[in-house]
């Protein structure tokens, strides 16, 4: 069974980098085509694919945000950390991340993490 | 930020079939699968559909995708109370950019 969990502060502030951990079991980066991914949602809004990072380290950045994000991995302790840097208000939302699954010819995310709510405030 | 679009509702009594639709592009839909999320209130999303039409295991057959050009559909047929959600198409994008639908909430009346 697959499952994630994200960790992280609650509460930042304007202009600071955020840290998030997604915490993971069910899979290992060992295993080759295995990814995960991190999307969020403002409250009350859709969702916004951020970043993904694949089992060889390939990373694929949303090209609105790539200038202020990082992801990478942790093969041994199976987590996977995202940073973004210079947050503002706007980027208060629920971070999610998600295992990447795949068949000839599509991928996704799926399952899940339960979500972290991350609020921007002075 | 959204590049696919979707109606911002939709709504049946039980029993009836919906259908949403997912308006995208050439470099999207056009030339890569649709992928179909549902989130529950309250919750995470969910993968509902793969690949345009394939049904993850678990999933109820009432739910179905389909995808012609560059706009993909969901077909929620035989509406149930517990399909009340918000439903959310995804594509690549050539600019290997995933892409998210603007959301599709569903009432069951």
């Known amino acids: 069974q697959i499952t994630l969990k994200e960790s992280g502060p609650t509460l930042v502030k304007p202009t600071q980098t955020l840290t998030l951990t997604c915490t993971f079991s069910?899979?290992?980066?060992?295993?080759?085509?295995?990814?995960v991914g991190w999307i969020r949602q403002p409250p009350g809004k859709a969702l916004e694919w951020l970043a993904l990072i694949y089992w060889d380290d390939d990373k694929r950045y949303s090209p609105s945000l790539k200038s202020r994000l990082t992801i990478t991995k942790d093969t041994s302790k199976n987590q996977v950390v995202l940073r973004m840097t210079n947050m503002d208000p706007v980027d208060t939302a629920t971070y999610y991340c998600?295992?990447?699954?795949?068949?000839?010819?599509?991928?996704?995310?799926?399952?899940w993490g339960q979500g972290t709510l991350v609020t921007v405030s002075s | 930020q959204s590049v696919l679009t979707q109606p911002p509702s939709a709504s049946g009594t039980p029993g009836q079939r919906v259908t949403i639709s997912c308006s995208g592009s050439?470099?999207?839909?056009?030339?890569?699968?649709a992928i179909w999320y549902q989130q529950l209130p309250g919750t995470a999303p969910k993968l509902l559909i793969y690949?345009?039409?394939q049904r993850p295991s678990g999933v109820p057959d009432r739910f179905s995708g389909s995808k012609s050009g560059t706009s993909a559909s969901l077909a929620i047929s035989g509406l149930q109370s517990e399909d009340e959600a918000d439903y959310y198409c995804a594509a690549w994008d050539d600019s290997l950019n995933y892409v998210f639908g603007t959301g599709t909430k569903v009432t069951v009346l």
């Open positions: 050439s470099s999207n839909i056009g030339r890569n699968t």
């Open positions: 998600a295992h990447r699954g795949a068949a000839p010819g599509s991928d996704w995310f799926g399952p």
């Open positions: 069910g899979f290992s980066f060992s295993s080759s085509g295995v990814g």
């Open positions: 690949g345009n039409d």
